[in-house]
């Protein structure tokens, strides 16, 4: 099946309403028959209702008679205000306590903590369900239930994955709409894997597209384990997956493994005739994690990473595991189509941590003549090996949560382009005429404006309009640039993966690895200075290995070997070749060296350049630099230049002597190949 480009009708009339209100009495009763004959969903609905108590509950469809109703509640109740100056758009101030991901408050609940590893937050899952227990239960008295059954990627793909997220806040529900494949089609496909389950026998659909792969996976890793590599680790990790894989066929033959399984509740009840809040949430906030039974429940917030759980707990935390345990890759990294003047199109996945620019690469504009770039996603990829033996991507999502401060049309004009409609801004700033505002929008801010405080602003207030990290969510297919190949099911083949942080200082501007355990060595040491995308200290510097550091669902050690062995199940030239970027590099003065943005089109250049074998590369001890970059009729002084695409030997040895700090959190579960390259590391900087 292909799925047709989701673009709302925008204009619903009142006699569509009216039909609606029909189909949806004010109160439905827990008991009345659900729309589903998926009986393990219908009863795993039924009881959640039962522990939360709401007062409705109702399965979303959505349609866009539905995504009208809710935005007009959503309007009545105060959290948005509907924009006078862009299409079926919408404005939220979130509580002032709840802007960002909460990473503290994030727990992994493996059966056993080692399995969670040393960079998550753990707790015993037996401990967090009794909590559980005592926080959900109630917790959405007085309000609506919404049961929301969503697909992550096209409908019906070989890679996409199907969830259900049963939430108490519409600000979700219409959130979810944008952001995934939601509703009536999801839940047909959900149906459709029970029935072929139950007339399967115990393996069922889902499992048996992935046999073959996994039986080919396994028999990789079977000889790579002869091979006599880390064999120990290696065998542990076999036997943990086996575990694994067979856990998930008994979920399967009971109908629990057909879905993913998410609960959310923004954990403020109401008490009879008291009144809501435009952004309900509690000071109490829990973003948890099982693994092994695929479940996700979030407590508390109501913010974008914490509550739409398609996004970083499914498809990022929880399906980590999933492709650990089936050999895929789930990541955090953006997909963009790279089309040089002449010559074929490259695809280019990068990550990034939150806030260092994937959104920005992915709509880039690229400033040198004759090269184009399209977008296919801007956050997330899932990555499998295709029948020809590559590595094919898929954008799990439908729509961009993007970082609007910094957003403009000299940055990214082809985001600023897709939201011209049918979009939700969350604590921007709202102009006098009905429009929203962010720093980096326009060069010279209105005169003035309401904050995301709600406060008057004008630009003598000293306080930025919007907070740093307010974001829009905004469909993918308003994209200027989305590409036309970006639902296709079977994905997209990678060339080539960038790695990259925010690096004040010491890493280049490109650097190429020197093989893929090498690219795999430089994705491990990322480090980035933080960004306002979680809550804490802005700009610390901090390990971020692949940018996945918040987003890992197991151990990270396991994580790299996972890598590893991905990488030696595979034809080596059919691998993507791995680079490390950085377009952070700052002078002693504070300034940034490289102008960025569209500008990074010509690193992305050279990149294509070097896959097909036309640009020379010079030998450092990182790894390849560029012996020369297209820099035309670009305003960069020698000495910037030279800066930009150097190593120096001392602050590397001073870099490299903080490696095995990094490695021994890890202990036993660091494979053995990254230790190797860390001594090559040395060596060649000797
Ligand atoms: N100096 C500089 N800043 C950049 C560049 N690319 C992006 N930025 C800024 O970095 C911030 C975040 O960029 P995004 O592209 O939204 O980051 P992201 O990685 O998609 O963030 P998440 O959505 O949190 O995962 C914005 O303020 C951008 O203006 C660049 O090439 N140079
Ligand atoms: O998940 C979020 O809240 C936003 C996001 O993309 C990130 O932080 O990487
Ligand atoms: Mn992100």
Redesign the pocket.
């Known amino acids: 099946m292909v799925y047709a480009n989701w673009l709302p009708r925008l204009f619903v009339t009142d006699d569509d309403l009216a039909r609606d209100k029909r189909s949806h009495p004010v109160s439905i009763s827990v008991e009345i028959s659900s729309p589903t004959d998926h009986a393990e969903l219908a009863a795993w609905v039924r009881e959640i209702a039962e522990l939360t108590k709401p007062d409705r509950v109702e399965w979303c469809d959505g349609s866009e008679v539905e995504w009208t109703r809710l935005t007009n509640l959503l309007v009545e109740q105060g959290t948005f205000k509907r924009l006078a100056k862009r299409i079926n758009s919408f404005y939220a101030a979130s509580d002032p306590s709840d802007v960002a991901r909460v990473e503290d408050r994030t727990f992994i609940c493996s059966e056993r903590r080692e399995d969670a590893g040393p960079t998550n937050n753990w707790i015993d899952p037996g401990e967090m369900r009794e909590t559980f227990a005592e926080l959900f239960d109630g917790c959405m008295r007085g309000r609506t239930m919404y049961v929301v059954p969503f697909c992550m990627g096209p409908l019906g793909g070989n890679i996409s994955q199907l969830g259900v997220e049963i939430t108490d806040s519409p600000y979700v529900v219409v959130s979810m709409r944008i952001m995934t494949r939601m509703g009536t089609e999801a839940l047909r496909l959900i149906e459709e894997r029970g029935a072929a389950r139950q007339a399967g026998g115990s393996e069922g659909r889902a499992s048996e597209g992935l046999s073959k792969r996994d039986h080919e996976y396994g028999a990789a890793r079977q000889a790579g384990g002869s091979e006599g590599r880390a064999s120990d680790g290696l065998s542990k990790r076999d036997h943990e997956h086996g575990a694994a894989r067979k856990a998930r066929g008994e979920r399967h033959s009971d109908g629990q493994g057909d879905f993913v399984k998410a609960v959310h509740s923004v954990g403020a009840p109401l008490e009879p005739g008291q009144a809501d809040v435009p952004w309900p949430c509690n000071q109490t906030k829990y973003i948890s994690h099982f693994p092994e039974t695929r479940e996700i429940w979030s407590y508390g917030s109501g913010y974008g990473?914490n509550a739409l759980l398609g996004k970083?707990c499914y498809a990022l935390r929880i399906a980590s595991v999933m492709a650990r345990d089936e050999g895929w890759l789930a990541e955090?990294m953006l997909i963009l189509k790279l089309t040089p003047p002449k010559g074929e199109a490259r695809y280019v996945a990068a990550a990034f941590p939150?806030a260092c620019g994937?959104t920005n690469l992915a709509m880039l504009r690229p400033t040198i003549p004759g090269w184009k770039v399209e977008t296919i996603g801007d956050?997330?990829a899932w990555m499998r090996f295709g029948p020809d033996g590559r590595l094919y991507a898929i954008n799990p999502e439908a729509g961009f949560?993007g970082v609007a401060p910094g957003t403009g049309e000299t940055t990214n004009a082809n985001a600023v382009a897709t939201l011209w409609g049918n979009s939700i801004f969350t604590n921007v700033a709202l102009t006098d005429d009905g429009d929203v505002w962010w720093e980096g929008l326009t060069d010279e801010p209105p005169a003035h404006l309401t904050d995301w405080k709600g406060r008057s602003w004008t630009p003598e207030s000293g306080e930025p309009a919007a907070h740093p990290n307010a974001r829009f969510t905004t469909p993918a297919a308003q994209c200027p640039t989305i590409a036309p190949e970006w639902q296709d099911p079977a994905g997209v083949p990678i060339s080539a993966i960038l790695f990259g942080g925010r690096r004040a200082t010491a890493v280049p501007l490109v650097t190429e690895s020197l093989s893929w355990q090498h690219g795999i060595f430089l994705g491990a040491n990322v480090a980035s200075e933080k960004t306002a995308?979680a809550e804490g200290r802005v700009g610390e510097l901090r390990r971020d290995p692949f940018a996945m550091l918040p987003f890992c669902g197991y151990n990270m050690g396991d994580y790299f070997g996972h890598w590893i062995e991905i990488g030696q199940s595979a034809d080596p030239a059919k691998l993507p070749r791995i680079y490390y970027v950085n377009w952070f590099r700052k002078d002693a003065s504070g300034r940034f060296v490289w102008p960025g943005f569209g500008e990074n089109s010509r690193v992305l250049k050279w990149i294509v350049e070097r896959l097909n074998g036309e640009a020379d590369a010079v030998a450092s001890p990182i790894g390849n630099l560029p012996a020369r970059l297209d820099t035309d009729g670009l305003d960069l002084s020698e000495q910037d230049l030279e800066l930009l695409l150097s190593v120096d030997p001392e602050v590397w040895r001073e870099e490299a002597a903080l490696i095995p700090g990094h490695f021994e959190t890890f202990g036993d579960h660091m494979p053995k190949e990254l230790w190797d390259e860390y001594h090559a590391l040395v060596k060649r900087l000797a």
């Open positions: 990473g970083k955090h939150s994937k956050d997330i949560f995308a």
